[in-house]
């Protein structure tokens, strides 16, 4: 399968926006928070990209930088401690757990290696997410620790993983 990366427009923004997940993946909705995200996915500062297949439809997107932090960033960028690059991605929902999960996950490491130059890559995950932390570790990631987000909408767990960009 071929992937093409674009930077983020606001059509894009719109339809990653309406993406519903089915239960237990329902968390990743953005919903009525799309203003907010619409405006963190235009932020060029730490840039998003969608992903299109060889037909040109709309299958992803990958994030770079603090906006694929969980939590926030006083100020948005790509690098964090040693050049390190963190990543954020979003399949869309109809395309989960049908077997291309690998191929889009390395195209966005390969395409972070190509723009960026990464000593590290690294990424957090939702630690019930076993689907996709089995597909991180095809990838290459390794586990590194377990974080507890704190905010207003609760406690989220996320595992900490990454690699040496190479």
């Known amino acids: 399968m071929r992937f093409t990366f674009t930077p983020l427009d606001e059509e894009d923004a719109r339809a990653i926006c309406s993406w519903r997940y089915e239960e237990p993946y329902a968390v990743y909705n953005i919903g009525s928070h799309s203003?907010?995200?619409?405006?963190?996915?235009?932020?060029?500062?730490?840039?998003?990209?969608?992903?299109?297949?060889?037909?040109?439809?709309?299958?992803?997107?990958?994030?770079?930088?603090?906006?694929?932090?969980?939590?926030?960033?006083?100020?948005?960028?790509?690098?964090?401690?040693?050049?390190?690059?963190?990543?954020?991605?979003?399949?869309?929902p109809d395309l989960t757990g049908k077997g291309i999960g690998l191929a889009f996950i390395n195209a966005g490491l390969n395409f972070a290696r190509e723009q960026f130059a990464p000593h590290k890559l690294r990424l957090y995950v939702m630690t019930f997410n076993e689907r996709a932390i089995r597909a991180y570790e095809k990838a290459g990631f390794k586990r590194v620790r377990v974080y507890m987000q704190r905010n207003i909408y609760g406690e989220r767990e996320f595992l900490e993983m990454d690699m040496e960009a190479k």
């Open 35 to 92: 203003a907010e995200a619409s405006a963190e996915m235009l932020d060029r500062r730490s840039p998003h990209y969608t992903v299109q297949d060889e037909r040109g439809e709309l299958i992803g997107f990958f994030s770079y930088g603090s906006s694929a932090q969980p939590w926030d960033s006083d100020e948005p960028g790509i690098y964090a401690e040693n050049g390190t690059v963190t990543i954020g991605l979003g399949l869309r």
